[in-house]
């Protein structure tokens, strides 16, 4: 029998738990590069087919550097509640510790979370280890989003949680110190799959877009459709509180944003990956989604970095394409988040490419493999935004192996690689966790 495209290939689970220690290493590993990568993405049990590639148990893969050494490789389920059997049942009747936290991990007031859009988030030791669901002393009640915005300033984490019953969408602040100090509703008309948002200074930015929820969807694979009918727009939110201010944008798709920020002239501007229709049809089939009856049937094309900048006074809206590569997973310096930022990194089939947004150029380094989201992490007393590092797990296409690939951030040269002990299948986000 042919597996699915998500359980084969380089998306092909791993059977097992493993350790190693004293990894090989070639090149130099800096020695300020101290502390824990970790990498978070679908792993079900073996024998287990969940649907469709999002819905696999959660698997955290982990390497520990210090000194200039790679001390260990573990990787290890994240155990929750579905992994030990417990259903995720009815939009109703959810249980929000019943789902994967497959998506990513972050650090939160010396909390180490593992993530999932559609539940709790697991609170996990630095060795990898499940401590257990995360609902912050009984006040978050809703799912919390896999890319929650922690704010360079306060120090406080931004994120949402969305439903398949009102209310739809449901923003949240965490205080510094991990506690729940803000909930509130923002109106939309159904439900949809919020994957991503972005923060500013001085607003909160929403993508309400036209992948719905589909009950009779549920049970038989992604349980979302594209509706071309439910519209596309942009929400910008004011922090400080006020209405939610709606801009219609064209039709399209976004899991993935990088910065946002408001420019000079009070303006917001948003780059984030984007995906029109046919891109959006040609990758939903293959994760495990319903195919896409109204797209051509030559649905092609992919996912690109564009720009939306928006303004407030005078309600104007721009859109743009900023290139016609196939990209993903943008990520920059977290310490710019909110803030005007010039660099954003992304990955491609078998390159890291690099966006310069003041000389509007690009930079492509090919990685010799599949790289997964590249990671910025600044050097210590760094003297320029791109004065760090990008740490990438990279899978050779013939899937015999991976490595954590270092590059420099400032011209994508090559500085370290750790061989891994195993191949780590194709998975979603990483983390540096600094010491």
């Keep these: 029998m042919n597996l699915p495209d998500y359980l084969s290939g380089l998306k092909a689970p791993v059977a097992d738990e493993t350790d190693a220690v004293d990894l090989p290493v070639t090149g130099a590993l800096p020695a300020d590069l101290t502390g824990r990568y970790f990498r978070n993405g ?5 024998g287990r087919d969940p649907g469709h590639w999002f819905g696999g148990d959660g698997m955290l893969h982990g390497v520990r550097l210090r000194d200039g050494r790679a001390e260990w490789y573990r990787n290890r389920w994240v155990r929750t509640r579905k992994l030990e059997g417990a259903r995720f049942v009815g939009p109703e009747g959810v249980d929000l510790t019943a789902t994967p936290a497959n998506t990513s991990v972050i650090r939160h007031a010396g909390r180490i979370m593992a993530l999932v859009e559609v539940g709790l988030p697991y609170e996990m030791t630095p060795e990898l280890d499940t401590i257990g669901p995360c609902d912050f002393g009984g006040r978050l009640t809703t799912a919390m989003t896999a890319h929650p915005k922690e704010e360079p300033v306060t120090g406080e984490l931004h994120f949402f949680g969305y439903g398949f019953v009102p209310p739809y969408l449901t923003y949240h602040r965490l205080s510094a110190t991990g506690e729940l100090v803000e909930s509130r509703v923002v109106d939309v008309p159904g439900p949809t799959m919020i994957h991503d948002f972005a923060v500013t200074e001085r607003h909160v930015l929403w993508l309400d877009l036209p992948v719905v929820f589909d009950l009779e969807l549920l049970g038989s694979g992604m349980p979302y459709r594209w509706d071309e009918t439910y519209g596309a727009r942009l929400g910008v939110m004011p922090r400080d509180g006020g209405a939610t201010r709606w801009y219609d944008i064209d039709p399209c798709y976004v899991f993935h944003v990088g910065n946002a920020y408001e420019d000079a002239r009070g303006r917001i501007v948003l780059d984030a990956v984007r995906y029109a229709r046919g891109g959006f049809a040609a990758l939903w089939p293959g994760i495990g ?4 009856p109204a797209a051509s049937a030559a649905a092609s094309g992919g996912a690109y970095l564009h720009r939306w900048t928006l303004d407030p006074a005078t309600g104007a809206l721009k859109e743009e394409p900023l290139d016609d590569r196939n990209v993903e997973f943008p990520t920059f310096d977290e310490s710019r988040l909110g803030r005007s930022s010039r660099f954003l990194y992304t990955v491609t089939d078998d390159a890291v490419v690099k966006y310069d947004a003041r000389t509007g150029t690009s930079h492509v380094r090919d990685v010799g493999g599949v790289p997964g989201e590249a990671v910025y992490v600044p050097a210590p007393d760094a003297s320029a935004e791109d004065d760090g590092r990008l740490l990438s797990i990279v899978t050779d296409r013939s899937g015999d192996g991976s490595e954590l690939l270092v590059l420099d951030a400032a011209d994508l040269e090559f500085v370290a690689s750790v ?12 983390r540096w966790l600094e010491d």
């Design 42 to 46: 679908p792993n079900p049990l073996p």
């Design 289 to 292: 989604g319903t195919p896409d």
């Design 419 to 430: 061989r891994l002990p195993r191949r780590v299948p194709m998975g979603f986000h990483g």
